[in-house]
């Protein structure tokens, strides 16, 4: 979908005006392409600490490993900043803060940089999760961490974003998931996640041997593939090396062929309301593709009406086709045994499930209820090395939103740090690195894909 | 070299899209266009991608000049490799039978291990010829050596030269319509009008009933919006089948018993059927639904009064089980292609006639009777609509789905069979049977 108001203040005369004017400058965002480098240009690690050491050593490192440090990234990395440099990201490790007097030193050395941060630069805070049982200066200087970043995040410009790592306790910040978050994070895949804090909880994962293809010999199912931010959820998980089930309604069968046949996959049409829904899509993966290892629950509709207006058929449909279809699912693919090999479940929330939206009762309650069945599945998963997670996208450029009134649109564009609507790769981006072998220690999780909405979290 | 002995060859699975009355839904997409998209779902739901399939055979009825190579064209157009070699056959309303028999004898000498069959009919996008004068005379002129020899020859082109002359199915020996050849073979069997619309209510209920099932799911894929067959009357009924009138046989002496609601309709659709040997399914993760286990063909002469139009099938399917050694008994499903409702009640009785049996096929007495509660049951024809082509693969791949299934709940060794009879234009017919595997 187009942004025209983003192309006119990326263009000469309109960049001018903007600025007099003092309208936003949304900048056009850099994504991913196989084989582009990480960054591109030098990364400063501060703080101090092992964690800050191993997290400088691993950016640093040679591929292939040394030092214990099992692979590194090769990136140009600097301890201190440097005058006049103009760093592609910052990574501020506070996991060794114990009183926010210690918060000063780390923080300001990275506000020098701040300005000559590149286009599309990252700022990532690693720190460790504030705890009730932690000394009350322990905690205030960790829970500390979280008001800096998100605030820090909505000062960035030029497409530049500020996220955090939050280890558990006990889980060392070289832990895959953590690491992988790094990196998803210091990536152009993470081009529309701005303003989060995700949570790592364990140390299960597995790093890939091959970062651009993590899911390669994964077989991942996407509900609702046909079209929209499923069929581009299909085309990264091929992308990232995954054999992928394209499922969706019949009547999408045109579209879903398309998909099919776009990534190398298979379409695999069902109605995911039906009772043998779970059966029949561990039946084709397992018997056509040797296992099932993935499981994005992307299919949703939307029946839009105030709650005082609402009508029983449009408040139980969107609850049965985008919660209780998926409950249904999970429940016959753990009862099968089947998904026993690191298996990853994904589900689509949505922004309105954390904050509410006015005319979406039905649809919240269906977002939210995701949010609760992720935490609540990905315990039972975690015997096999599983997870289950979700991705809440916040405004994105599809099909649906272009059916906006065009003011409410434009608004509704604006209304985050990147001042701009996400694009489906975004959100697949998200679902992928989520879907993926090291991802295993982020355990119920939500991640918003928003590019920091002003409202909720 | 290797000479093998016939093995197995199975039915894997296949796509059609669904079926659009002419002049409807599908009235702009070509037959290339469709049995691309049919060919398309096929890859689709099989994951063939870059696959080199040994061959892909496939027809249409109503075919323009322009595809000669409409198979293989069809082939470049979809994902398939484009390595794979294609063939064009035609043989009237039995071309997607043919087909599917011929890959499958391929594959059981062992000179194919994979083949998708097929067929597409647009009686929309059909052909539009020019009068045979005016062809000559164009012709002529292409030939002409000179410019006023050329401007000569085209003067002799007359106004009513130009009129077009519209594709017609209509026996070129006879010149009577399909419609009008079965009003006579209706009216010698005396089919009564009730009967026919009973055949065709039934053929829109377990139609219905079968989509609604989803048992189309891995069967058909949507096509331009068209997501079930638009020729389907879910709500029809036996007083609304009534009300229709007669659109032959009323030059007849007998009373007009065929209707718009006991024909099939034209329409335009295309269906595939992915056919191949064990070892090539089980390289491809792919489970045999059933075997082509034989086939028959046969012809009528329908030419000189001898027999109806559309009674091959009625010669073909008792020389075929005479040659099995099988009866209607030990067929758990059976498919008799609805032409018009007709079409199948002729062909019944023909099998219930103690005459037709001693005289027609040489027997001491009738045929055999066919258990109704076995014919049809997930709808034909008349329900689905009839692109003269792709219905041998609409049957082919349902039956085999159906026979697979019923297989698995018997959960038992003896075989279940089902038999396929579709009748064509110029007194064919064709019969085969599966074998669920």
């Keep these: ?457 | 070299m290797r000479m093998s002995s016939p093995r197995p060859a199975y039915v894997l699975g296949g796509n059609r899209i669904p079926f659009a009355r002419a002049g409807g839904a599908y009235a702009h997409a070509s037959n290339l266009d469709m049995l691309t998209a049919a060919l398309d779902g096929l890859v689709a739901r099989f994951g063939l991608q870059g696959e080199v399939i040994g061959q892909v055979a496939a027809g249409a009825v109503l075919k323009h000049s322009r595809d000669f190579n409409l198979t293989r064209q069809a082939v470049l157009a979809s994902p398939l490799s484009a390595r794979t070699p294609a063939t064009d056959a035609q043989e009237a309303c039995a071309t997607g039978v043919e087909t599917v028999v011929a890959l499958a004898n391929k594959i059981a000498l062992g000179q194919l291990e994979s083949g998708v069959a097929g067929g597409v009919d647009s009686a929309s996008d059909a052909p539009i010829v020019v009068g045979d004068r005016l062809r000559r005379t164009l012709l002529d002129a292409n030939r002409a050596k000179t410019a006023p020899q050329r401007l000569a020859t085209l003067a002799r082109i007359r106004p009513k030269d130009l009129a077009p002359v519209a594709p017609r199915t209509d026996e070129p020996s006879t010149g009577l319509s399909m419609g009008e050849h079965q009003a006579i073979t209706t009216a010698r069997w005396g089919i009564s009008r009730e009967a026919q619309d009973e055949v065709a209510l039934a053929s829109h209920r377990h139609l219905a009933a079968a989509w609604d099932a989803g048992f189309f799911d891995d069967l058909a894929t949507a096509y331009q919006g068209v997501v079930r067959d638009g020729n389907l009357r879910p709500d029809t009924s036996l007083e609304k089948l009534a009300a229709l009138p007669p659109v032959f046989g009323k030059r007849l002496d007998t009373p007009a018993t065929m209707t718009a609601g006991n024909s099939t309709p034209l329409t335009d659709g295309a269906s595939t059927v992915l056919l191949g040997s064990a070892e090539w399914a089980a390289a491809h993760d792919l489970t045999p639904l059933a075997a082509v286990l034989d086939a028959e063909v046969a012809a009528v002469d329908f030419v000189h009064g001898e027999e109806g139009l559309l009674m091959a099938p009625a010669y073909a399917v008792p020389r075929l089980l005479a040659r099995r050694g099988l009866t209607f008994e030990d067929f758990a499903l059976i498919e008799i292609h609805e032409a018009f409702a007709s079409t199948v009640l002729t062909t019944l009785a023909a099998w219930e006639s103690d005459d037709f049996g001693r005289t027609r096929l040489a027997l001491p007495g009738a045929f055999g009777v066919v258990p109704r509660d076995r014919l049809n049951v997930h709808g034909s024809s008349l329900a689905a609509g009839h692109p003269f082509a792709a219905t041998g693969g609409r049957i082919v791949a349902m039956l085999a789905k159906a026979l697979h299934q019923l297989k698995a709940q018997r959960a038992s060794d003896e075989p279940v069979r089902g038999l396929v009879s579709v009748c064509a234009a110029g007194g064919l017919g064709i019969a085969a049977i599966l074998e669920a595997a």
């Design chain 1, 1 to 457: 979908m187009g942004d025209a108001y983003l192309d006119l203040v990326n263009s000469g005369a309109g960049a001018a005006l903007a600025k007099r004017l003092g309208l936003p400058r949304p900048a056009p965002l850099l994504r991913h392409h196989p084989g582009d480098p990480l960054v591109d240009g030098p990364v400063l690690v501060l703080g101090g600490g092992p964690d800050a050491d191993a997290v400088a050593r691993l950016l640093s490192g040679p591929p292939g490993g040394s030092d214990g440090v099992p692979d590194g990234w090769d990136l140009d990395v600097h301890r201190h900043a440097a005058p006049d440099e103009r760093y592609a990201a910052v990574v501020v490790v506070l996991t060794a803060v114990t009183h926010p007097d210690q918060l000063a030193a780390p923080v300001l050395e990275a506000a020098s940089t701040l300005r000559g941060l590149r286009r599309g630069g990252r700022v990532i805070t690693v720190s460790r999760p504030a705890l009730a049982t932690d000394a009350p200066a322990v905690a205030a200087a960790r829970q500390g961490v979280d008001g800096l970043l998100r605030s820090l995040a909505k000062e960035l410009r030029g497409g530049a974003t500020g996220n955090g790592v939050v280890v558990a306790a006990g889980v060392p910040v070289t832990a895959p998931a953590a690491v992988a978050a790094l990196r998803f994070l210091l990536s152009r895949r993470s081009a529309f996640v701005d303003g989060q804090l995700l949570d790592v909880d364990s140390d299960a994962g597995e790093l890939p041997a091959d970062w651009d293809r993590p899911l390669a010999g994964r077989v991942a199912v996407v509900t609702g593939a046909a079209r929209g931010i499923g069929a581009v959820v299909a085309d990264v998980l091929a992308r990232d090396g995954a054999t992928v089930v394209c499922v969706d309604v019949p009547a999408a069968g045109e579209g879903l062929t398309a998909v099919a046949n776009r990534v190398n996959g298979t379409a695999l049409q069902l109605d995911i309301t039906a009772p043998d829904a779970g059966a029949r899509i561990l039946e084709h993966a397992t018997s056509r593709h040797g296992g099932l290892h993935v499981v994005v629950h992307n299919a949703g509709i939307t029946r839009d009406k105030l709650l005082a207006n609402m009508t029983a058929e449009k408040w139980e449909s969107v609850l049965a086709v985008n919660v209780a279809a998926q409950l249904a699912i999970n429940e016959a693919l753990l009862a099968s045994g089947e998904l026993v090999d690191a298996p990853r479940i994904v589900a689509m929330a949505s922004t309105s499930g954390i904050a509410g939206n006015r005319g979406q009762t039905n649809y919240a309650a269906s977002k939210g209820g995701i949010i609760g069945a992720v935490r609540a599945t990905a315990p039972l998963l975690a015997p096999f090395g599983g997870t289950a997670n979700a991705v809440a996208p916040g405004f994105i450029e599809t099909d649906m939103t272009a059916r906006m009134p065009a003011l409410t649109r434009q608004v509704a564009r604006r209304l985050n740090s990147l001042q701009q609507g996400g694009q489906p790769v975004d959100v697949a981006e998200a679902v992928a690195f989520l879907a993926s072998p090291p991802a295993g220690g982020i355990v119920g999780r939500t991640l918003r894909v928003c590019g920091q909405n002003m409202v909720g979290r």
